[in-house]
Structure formats: structure tokens, C-alpha cells
């Protein structure tokens, strides 16, 4: 009947996994791109302890699901969480200076995609001694589940209390003081100093839209991040197929991918401030071109390896090697975003968020002609796109 026997026994078609899929990405889009302006006008600090407060409730909901429509619902609130990514990067550029805003955004942005490999581990493991303890698989699942919004619950309240929304302290706080910090446009470090945004949300996301570097950085992103969520979705399968491999042996190669965050993107972060520091910010697109262009060579070389030209070591050399131009472009492209609209980098880091989540879902309907022949076209895709970035 071409039903499934996992996600606790809901015996899901595939149909219905793919659209809960769809849906759950649809979420992280959507506040992507709301979130940022929203953040503009409230302030950090409240938005990301409301966000992980609020979102925290449909995580617990999770451990009672029963049907595939209460999934849906469940997984496109908890996508909502997905947001807090834009605001963590609104807030590492208010509180760092601009000559190491890259460094910052792209290091908690990697370590941010480093614990969602992290959390996979930790659930397996968890659910696992659940199973070891006598526990039944839908038992031991539904209680899995409950940990991570408790960590989001923590997390939120910690934020709330213990926490500034810029180095001058929190904007209600400000208000009251009347501390007026002067206005500049023209490179983005009022905003890495910490001064107010002047921008409510309708206006911050008008102004982001409004400016097509928004959407050059929109399109970079698509085919750096969501084009890693790709993989990460299909490397374990494609290695296990293309190259004669167990699942267990193809899930470990394909994730060398996701490990390059621990320092890759951090790296690109790294290396778009040293070229801030020779060039100015014209270097710091220099050091985006760079890391697109080889993000979209490698990925070119490496759906041309096979088992037969290459092998499964030259594909694992060229993954390597792809992945960390990956993720260094992932890091050159946040370090590039508070010059796009200083006084509405909210609304800019959220519709660039957006991107990767955009890119995903593309990226998967690409792959429906074929894994391969898709990481071909995502490659020649990601090439183009880099001779998009001189124009900024």
C-alpha cells in the first residue's frame, strides 16, 4: 500500500512525507523572511526569546501526534523556529565591530548548522537507551522528543533575562536614556556598533526587497546553503548507489559534508574580513566571488566522478574539497550583508536566509531527473551565479 512503517508507526506514504517536507521548509521560509524586519523594530532580544518560547510548544506537541494532518500542522510550527537563525545573525553584526562582523556571523552561523548534525546524534542516542531500557519504539521516540523544546524553553528564557540587544544595552532601556547614536549609511557600522535601527518592520523588509544586491545575495545563498541541505539529504543514498556502499558506510562519507562547519565557514568569514582590511568592502565581494566560483567548479568535478573514472576516492577528495568552498561561501555571504541596507539588515539577512531554504526546495525538484545529472545542473547554476556577485 506503499505505506511506511517509521515516524512512530503514523505509516506515512510517501506522498505524505514528501508534502510534510515541503511543508515544514515552507515555515522556515516564511519567518526567514518575516523575522528580520520584526527584529528591526522589537529589538533582538525579545524576538529570539519570544520565537523559542512560542515555538517551543508545537515541539512537545509533537510527542502526542497521531495522524499525518496533525504531523503537518506540528512540523510547519516548529519550521517557524527556523527564524532564529536570521535573528542570531541581526545580532553578531550589531555587536561586533564591522572589521570582524564576518568572522562573527559566519562562526555562529556554522556552529548553528554544526549542532543540527549534533541533535541528530544526541536524539539517536537518546532514543536508543530509551529501546536498551525496555522502552517500545513509539514510546521511545514520542519521549525522545520531548527534550528539544526544552532546550528551546531554556534557551529563550536565558536569552530573555541574561541577555542585550546591542552593546549599548537593550532599546526600551535606550529610549528611556535617550541615548540618540548618529546616523550612518554609507558602511554598516552603525549597526556593527550597536546603534538603534531606525526602521519599523514594514519598512525594514520594504527596503530589503527593494534592493536587488538583496537578491544577488538571495540567489549566492540558494545555491551554497540550500544546495547543502540537498545533500544532506541525499549524499548517504547517493554513495551507497553510485559507488557499491552499505547505507551505514554512505551515511559516514556523506557526513564529511556537513563536518567542514566546525571551522569552513568560520574560515570564509575569516577570509572576507582580511580582504575588508586591504580592500575595503569591494574586497570583501572579492573574497564572495572567490568562494563561489570554486563552490561551483568543485561541485561541477564531483558529479563527474564515478566508480569506474575515480573512484569513491577521488569522489570523497573532490566532496572535501567542494564542501569546504561550500561553506565558506556560506560564511562570505553574511559577512557581506550588513552593507547591503545598514539601516535594515534585518529585513537583508532574512530574505537572504530565506534563499537557502528556497534553494532546497528547488534543488530537490532539480534532483528528480536524476542525482547526478542534478548536482551537474546545481553546479553550472552556482558558477553563473558567482559572476553575479562582481555587480554588487
Known amino acids: 500500500n506503499g505505506k511506511g512503517k517509521g515516524c512512530g508507526g503514523l505509516g506515512l506514504t510517501k506522498h505524505q512525507t514528501l508534502v510534510s517536507n515541503v511543508v515544514s521548509v515552507s515555515g522556515t521560509i516564511i519567518v526567514r523572511i518575516l523575522i528580520g524586519p520584526l527584529a528591526d523594530w522589537l529589538g533582538v532580544r525579545i524576538t529570539y526569546s519570544a520565537l523559542l518560547v512560542l515555538f517551543c510548544i508545537p515541539g512537545f506537541c509533537a510527542c502526542a501526534v497521531t495522524t499525518y494532518e496533525g504531523l503537518v500542522v506540528v512540523r510547519f510550527f516548529i519550521s517557524l523556529v527556523g527564524g532564529s537563525f536570521v535573528v542570531t545573525q541581526l545580532w553578531t553584526t550589531i555587536m561586533f565591530h564591522s572589521n570582524v562582523v564576518g568572522l562573527a556571523n559566519a562562526t555562529s552561523a556554522g556552529w548553528g548548522n554544526l549542532g543540527g548534525g549534533a541533535a541528530l546524534a544526541i536524539m ?20 525522545s522528543l520531548a527534550w528539544p523544546p526544552v532546550v528551546l524553553l531554556c534557551t529563550g528564557l536565558f536569552a530573555f533575562f541574561f541577555t542585550d540587544d546591542c552593546p549599548y544595552g537593550n532599546y526600551s532601556e535606550m529610549k528611556k536614556r535617550k541615548v540618540n547614536e548618529p546616523e550612518k549609511v554609507d558602511d554598516g557600522s552603525d549597526l556593527a556598533g550597536g546603534a538603534e535601527p531606525v526602521s519599523v518592520a514594514g519598512r525594514s ?28 539529504g541525499n549524499i548517504a543514498l547517493y554513495f551507497s548507489n553510485s559507488f557499491d556502499l552499505s547505507q551505514a558506510d554512505g551515511g559516514l562519507a556523506g557526513s564529511l559534508f556537513g563536518l567542514f562547519n566546525i571551522f569552513a565557514r568560520s574560515l570564509g568569514g575569516w ?8 580592500w575595503g568592502v569591494r574586497g570583501r565581494l572579492w573574497a564572495l566571488f572567490i568562494c563561489t566560483l570554486f563552490m561551483g567548479i568543485f561541485m561541477l568535478v564531483f558529479s563527474t566522478v564515478t566508480k569506474d573514472s575515480g573512484g569513491f576516492g577521488g569522489a570523497l577528495v573532490c566532496l572535501a574539497v567542494w564542501a569546504l568552498w561550500l561553506a565558506m561561501t556560506e560564511g562570505a555571504v553574511f559577512a557581506v550583508v550588513p552593507y547591503v541596507e545598514p539601516t535594515a539588515v534585518g529585513g537583508v539577512a532574512g530574505i537572504v536566509g530565506a534563499g537557502g531554504n528556497c534553494g532546497a526546495l528547488g534543488g530537490n525538484f532539480i ?7 542534478g ?17 554588487l
Open 124 to 143: 539517536g542516542a537518546v532514543f536508543n537507551a530509551m529501546k536498551d531500557n525496555g522502552m517500545k519504539n513509539d514510546t521511545a521516540w514520542r519521549r
Open 205 to 232: 523588509l520594504q527596503m530589503a526587497a527593494g534592493n536587488w544586491r538583496t537578491w544577488v545575495l538571495f540567489l549566492v545563498y540558494a545555491f551554497s546553503f540550500g544546495v547543502e541541505l540537498v545533500v544532506n
Open 271 to 278: 577570509m572576507s574580513d582580511k580582504f575588508n582590511d586591504r
Open 367 to 373: 534532483l528528480r531527473i536524476g542525482v547526478r545529472p
Open 375 to 391: 548536482f551537474m545542473v546545481l553546479g553550472w547554476l552556482a558558477t553563473i551565479s558567482a559572476f553575479l556577485v562582481p555587480l
